[in-house]
């Protein structure tokens, strides 16, 4: 994939943006949106970390989308350029999934990924 300056770090589906507001009516107070970030973990050694954000840190970028706030780690952007987050939902399953053109390698469940 061929980056440049215009290509967003995140971009987030209207199945997302969605999910993202049904999941932030029933959050605690206080909380402004979800931070997207990353973290080492799994067989692959990295993982996608959601979680609920209830301010913006430092160097943070913030994503609005349908009236969503997504807060990007600035620790994660690197590894995030160009990736889309999305929702997807089975019969066996239900999660956030990201389309990440950087990623290099997954391991066999998709719980984890490199970038090389």
Same mark, same amino acid.
């Given at each position: 994939? #061929?980056?440049?300056?215009?290509?967003?770090?995140?971009?987030? @589906?209207?199945?997302?943006?969605?999910?993202? !507001?049904? %999941?932030?009516?029933?959050?605690?107070?206080?909380? &402004?949106?979800?931070?997207?970030? %990353? !973290?080492?973990?799994?067989?692959?050694?990295? #993982?996608?970390?959601?979680?609920?954000?209830?301010? #913006? !840190?430092?160097?943070?970028?913030? &994503?609005?989308?349908?009236?969503?706030?997504?807060? &990007?780690?600035?620790?994660?952007?690197?590894?995030? &350029?160009?990736?889309?987050?999305?929702?997807?939902?089975?019969?066996?399953?239900?999660?956030?999934?990201?389309?990440?053109?950087?990623? @290099?390698? !997954?391991?066999?469940?998709?719980?984890?990924?490199?970038?090389?």
């Amino acid at each position: 994939m #061929q980056l440049d300056k215009d290509t967003p770090i995140l971009t987030i @589906t209207d199945r997302a943006s969605k999910r993202v !507001k049904d %999941i932030l009516k029933n959050a605690e107070k206080g909380v &402004i949106g979800l931070r997207v970030g %990353i !973290k080492t973990a799994g067989c692959s050694g990295l #993982q996608y970390n959601v979680e609920f954000a209830s301010e #913006q !840190k430092e160097f943070e970028d913030s &994503i609005y989308v349908n009236g969503v706030r997504v807060l &990007i780690d600035p620790a994660a952007v690197m590894f995030l &350029i160009g990736s889309e987050m999305d929702w997807l939902e089975d019969k066996f399953s239900s999660s956030f999934v990201f389309n990440n053109p950087n990623e @290099t390698a !997954k391991c066999g469940c998709g719980e984890s990924f490199s970038v090389s």
